[in-house]
């Protein structure tokens, strides 16, 4: 009995020798200066040495210390680094790809998030390509106390597992709620969407008393467990008594778009 606690003790110790062992792995690595190979501790100041350098070389290591460090901290300032690094040096494909592994797989809240943030970052000076299209008609008499049929269809140049279609706006001139004009029907509408392929999605609308309307409608498209994409089309309804008119706004252009006679007064 005594020799079987004696050896019960010796696997302990020796399993946490290990464990002590990976930990100085996960917070060391090799530090070359002058020709000698020196060790040096990871950490948010070595961390920001990588930084100093802005050489897109280090980024691999970056990606090291963000999987294999055990220090949150440290962790997500090697994100904000190697994300700086990759814009400054226009290498954003570089990292975009291990952002979103671990965006989305990574256990640690703040460290994900973190993730998130960066791909964020780099998505506002990186835009992504448009991968899809949003067009709309108007079908229906345009007046006060009518019923009109927004019809949009939704395009991608993706398959896409799920689009999201839905009016995501109803404002009336003048006033911060729409209190004249109402969603008649389910929104949003979700469809898987083929590329090249179209899906139609309708909207109905009740119009009430005359006046100004916006209504604002988006495609969404998931482009994968991180990357999403929204398009959205901007309908102006002028309401009157007996008639009315509409216009759906154009493409954003870099040009002012030319006013005409069918545009609304």
């Known amino acids: ?155 991608s140049s993706v398959d896409i597992g799920e689009a999201t279609v839905g009016v995501k706006r109803l404002a009336q001139d003048g006033y911060e709620q729409p209190v004249d004009i109402r969603l008649d029907s389910g929104n949003p509408i979700r469809f898987p969407l083929k590329a090249g392929e179209t899906r139609e999605a309708s909207f109905e609308v009740y119009l009430g008393k005359e006046g100004r309307y916006l209504i604002l409608l988006a495609l969404t498209l998931d482009l994968d467990k991180v990357d999403s994409q929204t398009i959205e089309k901007e309908v102006y309804l002028a309401v009157g008594k007996t008639a009315g008119i509409f216009e759906v706004a154009p493409e954003e252009t870099e040009a002012e778009p030319e006013e005409t006679e069918e545009s609304l007064p």
């Open 1 to 155: 009995m005594r020799k079987a606690r004696l050896r019960t003790v010796a696997a302990a110790l020796v399993a946490l020798a290990a464990i002590a062992a990976l930990a100085t792995v996960l917070s060391i690595r090799p530090w070359s200066s002058a020709g000698e190979e020196k060790a040096k501790e990871v950490d948010a100041g070595y961390v920001s040495e990588l930084h100093m350098r802005l050489d897109p070389k280090d980024i691999p290591e970056l990606k090291e210390i963000v999987r294999l460090n055990p220090d949150g901290d440290t962790r997500a300032r090697a994100i904000s680094v190697m994300t700086d690094i990759a814009m400054r040096k226009n290498v954003t494909e570089e990292v975009v790809d291990f952002l979103k592994g671990i965006a989305s797989d990574e256990e640690d809240a703040a460290v994900r998030s973190h993730a998130y943030a960066n791909l964020d970052l780099i998505r506002e000076f990186y835009p992504l390509e448009t991968r899809g299209d949003l067009s709309v008609r108007v079908e229906g008499e345009v007046k006060e106390g009518s019923s009109i049929t927004l019809v949009a269809t939704a395009s």
